[in-house]
Nanobody, 126 residues
Framework: QVPLVESGGGSVQAGGSLRLSCVAS????????MAWFRQAPGKAREGVAG???????TYADSVKGRFTISKDNAKNTLYLQMNSLKPEDTALYYC????????????????????WGQGTQVTVSS
């Protein structure tokens, strides 16, 4: 059983929107930090947004004001609403989960996230 399964990726023109979903099947990850990371071809992987056990959210500067992370604990689902998409948002987006409690999900320390989904591709054309 795959713990984290992403969906919702696709191709969109610049300025458009997409919503990513991540279902945590049979998993208690929703109690801890969950986040979205992304990796573009030839670039390092980077944290995009995180949400902790209490719902406190953190964002990378590059997506603040455009992306919104949220979760539905009853559905074991994490979301990433992406608006005003730019070509530089093109990447493989991963849903990740940590196994500890953090006041603010650390987006610069990917090592704390010990469970990763398979990724969903987002492509933004100009």
């Amino acid at each position: 059983q795959v713990p984290l399964v992403e969906s919702g990726g696709g191709s969109v023109q610049a300025g458009g929107s997409l919503r990513l979903s991540c279902v945590a099947s049979g998993y208690t990850a929703m109690r801890y930090c969950m986040a979205w990371f992304r990796q573009a071809p030839g670039k390092a992987r980077e944290g995009v947004a995180g949400i902790n056990w209490s719902g406190y959210t953190t964002y990378a500067d590059s997506v603040k004001g455009r992306f919104t992370i949220s979760k539905d604990n009853a559905k074991n689902t994490l979301y990433l609403q992406m608006n005003s998409l730019k070509p530089e948002d093109t990447a493989l987006y991963y849903c990740v989960a940590a196994s500890g409690y953090y006041d603010s999900c650390p987006l610069l320390r990917e090592g704390v996230y010990n469970t990763w989904g398979q990724g969903t591709q987002v492509t933004v054309s100009s």
